[in-house]
């Protein structure tokens, strides 16, 4: 469950401010746990999942089993916003674009303790908007710049 204090959603140690003018919706079929939730651009154009997440291993392994499940044919990459350090995984579909973000957080992973290491992000679009597009949009950047860890 997220924690909201001064205009900031918290998990732990970590957390993130929605951006100005997103819309706020309940909590996504595509999230991969219930300690988060999903916004939409201003136009709706594209939807954020935003999630903790429990995983034994690095935000990097993570996406690594999501690409082997869903078998999309992509690899993890690096991505760094600012000064984030992070993995994306494409997971674009004929009729939709798509990328899961994923960083570690709260200390990472720890063997030793069951806590909510990964903060996931969730990025689609069934309008088909190029990955660019959404990347540098505001309501995209505005939140990643908001994402303390």
Same mark, same amino acid.
């Given at each position: #469950?997220?924690?909201?204090?001064?205009?900031?959603?918290?998990?732990?140690?970590?957390?993130?401010?929605?951006?100005?003018?997103?819309?706020?919706?309940?909590? @996504?079929?595509?999230?991969?746990?219930? *300690?988060?939730?999903?916004?939409? %651009?201003?136009?709706?154009?594209? %939807?954020?999942?935003? @999630?903790?997440?429990?995983?034994?291993?690095?935000?990097?392994?993570?996406?690594?089993? #999501?690409?082997?499940?869903q078998e999309c044919g992509f690899s993890p990459v690096p991505i760094v916003?600012? @000064?984030?350090?992070?993995?994306?995984?494409?997971?674009?579909?004929? *009729?939709?674009?798509?990328?899961?973000?994923?960083?570690?957080?709260?200390? +990472?992973?720890?063997? +030793?303790?069951?806590?909510?290491?990964?903060?996931?992000?969730?990025?689609? @679009?069934?309008?088909?908007?190029?990955?660019?597009?959404?990347?540098n949009s505001k309501t995209f950047c505005d939140?990643?710049?908001?994402?303390? %860890?």
């Amino acid at each position: #469950m997220l924690t909201y204090k001064n205009g900031r959603f918290y998990c732990g140690d970590a957390s993130f401010a929605l951006p100005d003018n997103c819309m706020v919706d309940g909590f @996504s079929e595509y999230a991969t746990s219930h *300690d988060g939730l999903t916004i939409y %651009s201003k136009d709706g154009q594209y %939807s954020m999942d935003i @999630s903790f997440d429990t995983f034994d291993g690095d935000a990097k392994a993570d996406l690594e089993n #999501m690409a082997e499940e869903q078998e999309c044919g992509f690899s993890p990459v690096p991505i760094v916003f600012g @000064s984030l350090h992070g993995w994306e995984l494409n997971q674009d579909h004929p *009729d939709a674009t798509g990328r899961t973000i994923a960083f570690d957080v709260n200390g +990472g992973y720890d063997p +030793g303790e069951e806590k909510l290491n990964i903060l996931e992000i969730i990025v689609w @679009s069934k309008e088909k908007l190029p990955w660019e597009t959404i990347k540098n949009s505001k309501t995209f950047c505005d939140l990643l710049g908001s994402i303390q %860890s």
